[in-house]
């Protein structure tokens, strides 16, 4: 099966388990706290029989789950807009909720997590249009009294 993005890249590719709850995939990243990020990745099968079903977690919160498709090397993404909260940073985990030993075999590919431009300006930005729109009101007053 080919890397999901070039056809030549990295990608991680799983074998299933009979014990439940094991993170096939987790890592910790810093956030900004209160900012929205995409998560996204994909997954796809690499045998066809008991396609896994991935539940993406944050912080030990499901927040997303994939069901793999029967057939080999189908990529599917998984997406979703998340908040950080009151975290700082957040640790993401990708279990494998199949538990079957036969089969049960998936590989991961392009897993990231993309901040999003706020729709909020924050107080230091607020504070700085304020500036410039009383600068630009004082200069138009200022050439109506020349």
């Not at 890397?3 to 990295?10: A, F, I, P, S, V």
């Not at 993404?77 to 909260?85: K, R």
């Not at 700085?128 to 009101?137: D, P, Q, T, V």
């Amino acid at each position: 099966m080919a890397d999901h993005t070039t056809g030549t890249g990295l990608m991680q590719t799983a074998n299933g388990t009979t014990t439940a709850g094991l993170a096939i995939w987790r890592q910790t990243v810093s956030v900004v706290p209160g900012t929205d990020y995409t998560f996204s990745a994909w997954g796809a099968s690499s045998f066809s029989i008991n396609p896994a079903l991935l539940s993406f977690r944050a912080n030990d919160v499901e927040f997303l789950t994939l069901q793999l498709p029967v057939g080999v090397g189908l990529w599917t993404p998984a997406t979703t807009v998340l908040n950080a909260g009151v975290n700082s940073s957040i640790e993401f985990e990708i279990v494998d909720l199949t538990i079957e030993g036969f089969g049960n075999d998936l590989t991961l590919d392009d897993i990231s997590l993309d901040g999003l431009i706020p729709t909020v300006p924050e107080p230091a930005s607020v504070a700085l249009l304020a500036f410039f729109a009383s600068c630009s009101f004082l200069g138009r007053d200022a050439r109506k009294s020349e």
